[in-house]
């Protein structure tokens, strides 16, 4: 069984930066696709990023490609996102989770991952 952590969410300024941590404990996923989602309260979760288990590939939904870079440390056992230029359509609970289906080329479905985190709150004020 794995457990996630996010932590480093908060409230920004329009066109500032965050950087979000997604801690594993319980065993290693190093070898394990992760993923990035976001879900504003009351619509569903929605796909921002995955990284494949040695971080040499990665995709991201088109909302966030280019200010958004998904990385990993396999040896501190955690997977980052660090969010650039954030604007405040990026406001969500952020969640990472580990990729246990390969349904989508990109691993863009929720229904692919699991053993979510309890989510880190981001807000973007104008």
């Known amino acids: 069984q794995v457990q996630l952590v996010e932590s480093g969410g908060g409230l920004v300024q329009a066109g500032g930066s965050l950087r979000l941590s997604c801690a594993a404990s319980?065993?290693?996923?190093?070898?394990?696709?992760m993923g990035w989602f976001r879900q504003v309260l009351g619509k569903e979760r929605e796909f921002v990023a995955t990284?494949?288990?040695?971080?040499?590939?990665?995709y991201y939904a088109a909302s966030v490609k280019g200010r958004f870079t998904i990385s990993r440390d396999n040896a501190k056992n955690t997977v980052y996102l660090q969010m650039n230029n954030l604007k405040p359509e990026d406001t969500a609970v952020y969640y990472c989770?580990?990729?246990?289906?390969?349904?989508?080329?990109?691993?863009?479905?929720?229904?692919?991952?699991?053993?979510w985190g309890q989510g880190t709150q981001v807000t973007v004020s104008s």
């Open positions: 989770a580990v990729r246990r289906m390969f349904t989508t080329l990109q691993g863009i479905s929720v229904l692919e991952y699991d053993y």
């Open positions: 319980g065993r290693t996923v190093s070898r394990d696709a």
């Open positions: 990284i494949n288990w040695s971080g040499s590939t990665t």
